[in-house]
């Protein structure tokens, strides 16, 4: 086991602390750091694409569980998967196409582990039908503050603490996984474009679920008529009918990076990094808009290249500045538009740059106490950390999500204050009963449990 003191960061590079990182070689010893360790205690930690502080633990113990990554049987006439924590959800992924599955749940990035993916909670593009990733877990071995290794199954109050509890109630070793059956490597794609939210609102529920993965970008910069506006794009996995006759010669897995000099917006060269002002941000954003089709269906795409397009891009966090860049996620119920509509015009009316901003539709909420999604809209947006006065601004955001009975996403957080995460999560006093029970000394600790009091 390799043990080093390091400056740790979120995927979005603000506010780094100091801590001593082991990286285990196998689960005992995992437990023998849990069991050694010091009174700051330990978070587990796997590819560190949390935005926020979520896998830091400033003074304390980080265990890096990316060692962890061996994919056990496979069980291709069941749909099951047997794997460690440190799996990444690409390379599942890339395992498990070419036998006809999927990991249960696919966001946005494979490049997350399933230990994170679990803690994490995460949605993926077909929420409304599939629900969040944990709810596809059969079993998972966590490694509890006693050192010991525990299986905990789902319907138990350990198993709907963890699924969502950020690594705050011990460290996830392994799981099992119940796929999803695919018959093609392609997804049938369809992209369309809205002229404001209202409209862009109207185009995700006409079509129902009929194609159930769906997202949108929203153009943020847009403001007067056009304030909203974005490009829906929806799929579904193709049938073998839909691949055409070439199809067995095309790569399904394009290759990892991009070329040299490609820009993470289509159509505009590379920008010097922390230049993204309110005028480039705009200009991104028009360039994207007319460059999309109006309408455009039947489109056949590798699935990595529909789920997990950004992955193939340069790294954009340069274009951020130095001080990094703030995610900031939330979702508002069904019924609770309105509020939907006063944070895009704030954001809009504050010139606010903007380039990436992710609508999604949720279905009905997950079990576990601490999960994020719940019926209704989820905004996704990145923003420079050092944008003057941006904590004041979402401070006045979380108000606004809060009073409509909505929530903001503790796994992507970085600056949220306590007694609005509490606010939002009505559940949260029964996770803390739960951790005070079952680890007393506090042996799991991050910096965002810190200071939120989790």
């Not at 709907?160 to 996984?177: C, I, S, Y």
């Not at 509020?339 to 990436?356: C, D, N, Y």
Request: one cysteine or more; charged letters at 20%.
């Amino acid at each position: 086991m390799s043990v080093d003191t390091v400056s740790l960061t979120g995927w979005g590079r603000t506010a780094p602390t100091t801590a001593v990182r082991f990286r285990p070689r196998g689960y005992e010893e995992a437990a023998a750091v849990v069991r050694g360790r010091g009174p700051r205690g330990v978070i587990a930690r796997g590819l560190g694409r949390s935005p926020g502080d979520a896998a830091q633990n400033a003074g304390g113990s980080v265990l890096d569980l990316s060692g962890l990554a061996r994919i056990g049987g496979v069980d291709a006439a069941a749909g099951v998967v047997r794997c460690d924590a440190g799996v990444s959800l690409e390379r599942l992924l890339r395992v498990l196409l070419p036998l006809g599955w999927l990991p249960p749940v696919l966001p946005g990035t494979g490049r997350v582990t399933v230990g994170g993916a679990i803690g994490s909670d995460l949605p993926g593009l077909d929420h409304r039908r599939a629900g969040s990733f944990a709810r596809h877990v059969s079993a998972l071995e966590l490694l509890t503050a006693d050192g010991e290794v525990r299986t905990v199954l789902p319907g138990t109050a350990l198993f709907d603490a963890t699924a969502g509890g950020l690594g705050l109630t011990g460290v996830v070793l392994g799981a099992t996984l119940r796929l999803r059956r695919v018959s093609t490597g392609l997804m049938a794609v369809s992209t369309e474009r809205a002229g404001d939210l209202d409209d862009l609102l109207a185009r995700f529920t006409a079509g129902g679920d009929r194609l159930p993965y769906a997202s949108a970008w929203v153009d943020l910069t847009a403001r007067g008529r056009a304030t909203g506006r974005g490009i829906l794009t929806r799929g579904e996995h193709a049938t073998p009918d839909m691949r055409p006759a070439h199809a067995g010669r095309t790569r399904l897995f394009p290759r990892s990076g991009a070329a040299p000099g490609r820009s993470p917006f289509p159509g505009l060269p590379p920008l010097p990094g922390g230049l993204l002002g309110p005028a480039a941000a705009a200009l991104c954003n028009e360039v994207r808009y007319r460059g999309s089709p109006r309408a455009r269906t039947g489109e056949l795409r590798p699935v990595p290249a529909f789920f997990h397009a950004s992955d193939s891009l340069p790294d954009v966090r340069p274009l951020y500045g130095r001080g990094g860049l703030v995610r900031y996620r939330f979702t508002v119920g069904y019924g609770q538009e309105e509020t939907l509509h006063r944070v895009v015009r704030r954001i809009s009316a504050r010139r606010s740059p903007a380039v990436r901003a992710v609508l999604q539709r949720f279905g009905a909420a997950d079990p576990g106490l601490l999960s994020f999604a719940a019926p209704g809209w989820s905004l996704e947006l990145d923003l420079p950390a050092a944008l003057p006065g941006l904590g004041r601004f979402l401070d006045g955001v979380d108000e606004e999500v809060a009073a409509a009975g909505g929530r903001v996403c503790l796994a992507q957080d970085s600056r949220m204050r306590p007694e609005t995460a509490a606010a939002m999560y009505p559940r949260l006093a029964e996770f803390r009963e739960l951790r005070a029970r079952l680890d007393p000394a506090g042996a799991f600790r991050s910096d965002l449990s810190r200071r939120l009091g989790l």
